[in-house]
C-alpha cells in the first residue's frame, strides 16, 4: 500500500525542493501529509484524517527548520488539500462513493479500519483531538526523520 501511496504523492505534483539543506528538510511531513488522503479519508475515515494532518503541522512548527522551511511546507499542505480534494472527489464519481478495497491495498477499507493497528492509530489521534495527548504521541518520529507514518 506503501508504494500506491507513493506513487499517488507523486501523481498530485507535490514534492520536495532538491535543493534544501537537509536540516530543513519536510519532505517526510509532506509525503505523510498526502499519503495520510488516502490512508484515512479514502476509506471514509475524514476526521481522522484531518487530525492526523493537524498533527503534523503542529510538529513541523515545534521543529527546529527554518521559517522558510516552515513556510514552503505549508503552501505545499495548501496545495495538497487542493489536489486531494478533487482527486476524492473523483475517485466517489468514479465508484458511486467511496470504494471498497483502494487499488494497490491488500485489504479492504473495512478490514484496514477493523484492524489492531488502526484502531491503536484511531486512540492517539482520539486523545491528541480532545487535547489529551501531545502532538508526539501521534508524530513519534524525530524531526529529521526520513519517512513519517501514522
Known amino acids: 500500500m506503501r508504494k ?18 537537509a536540516p530543513d528538510r519536510t519532505d517526510a511531513f509532506e509525503k505523510a501529509y498526502a499519503a495520510s488522503f488516502y490512508e484515512f479519508d479514502a476509506c471514509g475515515d475524514g476526521l481522522a484524517g484531518r487530525a492526523y494532518r493537524i498533527a503534523l503541522s503542529a510538529k513541523v512548527k515545534q521543529c527546529p527548520f527554518s521559517a522558510d522551511a516552515k513556510t514552503r511546507f505549508v503552501a505545499r499542505a495548501a496545495a ?22 483502494l487499488e494497490g491495498m491488500t485489504r479492504s477499507c473495512r478490514e484496514q479500519m477493523d484492524s489492531a493497528e488502526y484502531r491503536e492509530i484511531k486512540t492517539r489521534l482520539d486523545a491528541y483531538a480532545a487535547g489529551k495527548a501531545s502532538v508526539d504521541t501521534v508524530v513519534t518520529q524525530p524531526c529529521d526523520a526520513t519517512d513519517i507514518a501514522p
Open 4 to 21: 500506491l501511496l507513493c506513487c499517488l504523492v507523486m501523481i498530485a505534483g507535490v514534492g520536495p525542493v532538491f535543493g534544501d539543506e
Open 80 to 101: 495538497q488539500r487542493r489536489k486531494s480534494s478533487a482527486m476524492m472527489a473523483k475517485l466517489i464519481e468514479d465508484n458511486g462513493g467511496l470504494p471498497v478495497r
